[in-house]
């Protein structure tokens, strides 16, 4: 069983950084592959990035290549987004996510963790 709690969110200016984190409390983590997306006012859930569970294949939105970084600390059970050179349009509620497969559709996440916003301000 999966369950995931995000931490690192907040208030930053463009240009500025932010770590995202995802710790996963059940027994699992590196049978999952781990996704990161997002969901602004009025907008629909967007992909952002995802790790296989072996670390070996990364997946980013076009959006966010050159800019952000997702890694994964297995002795943590914990998967973090270095997000670097934000920009007002990056303004969002972060979700991490587990999926039995590499995938960059929401539906196929089983377990969801509750979200943490970040602003950023131009």
């Known amino acids: 069983q999966v369950q995931l709690v995000e931490s690192g969110g907040g208030l930053v200016q463009a240009g500025g950084s932010l770590r995202l984190s995802c710790a996963d409390s059940g027994r699992l983590f590196s049978s999952y592959a781990m996704g990161w997306f997002r969901q602004a006012p009025g907008k629909e859930r967007e992909f952002v990035a995802v790790?296989?569970?072996?670390?070996?294949?990364?997946y980013y939105v076009e959006s966010v290549k050159g800019r952000f970084t997702i890694s994964r600390d297995y002795a943590k059970n914990t998967v973090y987004l270095q997000m670097n050179s934000l920009k007002p349009e990056d303004t969002a509620v972060y979700y991490c996510?587990?999926?039995?497969?590499?995938?960059?559709?929401?539906?196929?996440?089983?377990?969801w963790g509750q979200g943490t916003q970040v602003t950023v301000s131009s």
């Open positions: 996510a587990a999926s039995r497969v590499v995938a960059t559709t929401p539906t196929a996440f089983g377990s």
């Open positions: 790790i296989s569970w072996r670390g070996g294949s990364i």
